[in-house]
């Protein structure tokens, strides 16, 4: 998106209830997050990962009900803020169901047990500082 403009998709969900919106990309400048004509949030300012490892803003929380909605990425014209005149580099938005009980799905292991993580199967794994 390197100039002011909306962008717009529709899809079905298969059931209501908590879900999360994750945007994937590069955005620098401010744009507005929309779902069926509503406000979701208001991401810019970045700038993590690249085109081949894209980074994802934190998830924005939503509870729709089933069945058809309507996002929306809005990009207002460019003002004299710093990083405003930029392109926002939109790789992905996606929808997950959110979790009642996300302990069920992070597994926190010390560094001194990571053998303990062979032999199965996950969806990501992330080394951090304690």
Not at 48 to 53: A, D, I, R
Not at 55 to 73: K, L, Q, S, W
Not at 82 to 104: E, K, N, Q, R
């Amino acid at each position: 998106m390197s100039s002011a403009g909306t962008l717009s998709a529709g899809f079905q969900l298969p059931a209501g209830g908590a879900w999360l919106v994750w945007v994937q990309g590069q955005i620098m400048p401010t744009v507005e997050l929309g779902l069926d004509g509503r406000s979701l949030a208001s991401i810019g300012g970045q700038l993590s990962g690249n085109s081949l490892v894209p980074d994802a803003v934190p998830p924005i929380p939503v509870r729709p009900a089933a069945g058809a909605h309507r996002i929306t990425v809005t990009r207002r014209a460019a003002t004299l803020a710093p990083g405003d005149g930029g392109s926002a580099v939109l790789d992905a938005i996606f929808l997950t169901p959110a979790s009642s009980d996300p302990g069920g799905r992070l597994r926190i292991t010390p560094a001194s047990r990571w053998s303990s993580l062979c032999g199965r199967r996950y969806q990501w794994i992330e080394a951090s500082r304690g």
